[in-house]
Nanobody
Framework: QVQLVESGGGLVQTGDSLRLSCTAS????????MGWFRQAPGKEREFVAT???????????DYANSVKGRFAISADNAKSTVYLQMNSLKPEDTAVYYC?????????????????WGQGTQVTVSS
């Protein structure tokens, strides 16, 4: 069983930056694919970013087109923590952001492929 705890959300202005953190409890953190999804009011939950580790210490990251070039996902295995650095924030980035984990280490942009979800952290970007 894995528990995910997010932090770092808040209220910012357009163009500001935020860094979200997600700390995982349990073992074998580095065998999971980790990621972030978000859900805005009245909208479907959507993929934001995912990270997985290939052979050795090479990480592979994937992003939704809407955040590519502005957001960066990273992981610190020693801390069992994944981060989402969000730059040049826009009002349309306003949502609850969820950290996710998938057994087996294969990343996916499909929310139904993830086994564990955090409780979510609110990000609000004012114009």
């Amino acid at each position: 069983q894995v528990q995910l705890v997010e932090s770092g959300g808040g209220l910012v202005q357009t163009g500001d930056s935020l860094r979200l953190s997600c700390t995982a409890s349990g073992r074998s953190f580095n065998t999971y694919a980790m990621g972030w999804f978000r859900q805005a009011p009245g909208k479907e939950r959507e993929f934001v970013a995912t990270i997985t580790r290939n052979d050795g210490n090479t990480y592979y990251a994937d992003y939704a087109n809407s955040v590519k070039g502005r957001f960066a996902i990273s992981a610190d295995n020693a801390k069992s923590t994944v981060y989402l650095q969000m730059n040049s924030l826009k009002p349309e980035d306003t949502a609850v952001y969820y950290c996710v984990a998938r057994r087996g280490g294969y990343s996916s942009n499909d929310k139904y492929n993830y086994d564990y979800w955090g409780q979510g952290t609110q990000v609000t970007v004012s114009s």
